[in-house]
């Protein structure tokens, strides 16, 4: 009977695991003094550094495309502006450049914190009883042979932390915020996507905004 370590089963795991999900909600509030609204247009704007341009425009779009497939229509900053429109603005400046194109909500997208994690990974071995391999010499050389020659590897995790803020332009005032994390992507795009799933199915749940029966179109 062969006995397996722990390093045996990991690559099982690690499958697992990508196949689970990687984002989560680790809290969220809505505004008690609002009822449940509609917006004509909202803005997923992120607000994300530089060096992960990628990562923010990919978050936008996914999220603003969420919006739409439960019926409110929504555009993201990074196809209306371009990647610095608000940088040297102030707040009334920016929202009345977001209210000269019809947007009446804003929900933003803020990368918190990213953090990388490196581990080791122990490599491929596996044991067995005594008498099964080591009282033939091919059998044992076999099995030494690999415990030498299936090393372990360092690999490492990257943790996303957000947070969304939905503001309502009309009275300036925060309807929504949550807080989120999202463990080792495979790729910005599947992050992007499962995060978009997971905020509006959350607005949907708190009954923030009235989301439509049907994918809205451009108003």
Known sequence: ?????????????LLLWGCSSSSKITSSWRSPDRATVSFKKVVVLGLVRDA????????????AAALRNHGQWAECAC??????EFD??????????LKS?????????????????????PGHMYYTPYGLYYNRFWG??????????SPGYYATDTKYFWESNLYDLTSGNLLYSSQSQS????????????????????LDTKRV???AAVPTKSP
């Open 101 to 121: 194109k019809g947007v009446d909500a804003v929900l933003t997208i803020v990368l918190l914190d990213k953090t990388k994690e490196r581990y080791y990974v």
């Open 183 to 202: 463990f080792d992507p495979s790729t910005s795009a599947a992050m992007g996507k499962e995060y978009g799933k997971l905020i509006v199915e959350d």
């Open 52 to 63: 992960d341009r990628t990562i923010r425009e990919e978050m936008e779009q996914y999220l």
């Open 1 to 13: 009977m062969r006995l397996y370590s722990y390093s045996f089963f990991l690559p099982i795991l």
């Open 79 to 84: 196809e209306l502006y371009g990647p610095k």
């Open 140 to 149: 044992y050389s076999r099995t030494i042979y690999g415990r030498i020659y």
């Open 209 to 211: 905004i009235a989301f």
């Open 88 to 97: 040297q603005l102030t707040e009334q400046q920016a929202i009345e450049k």
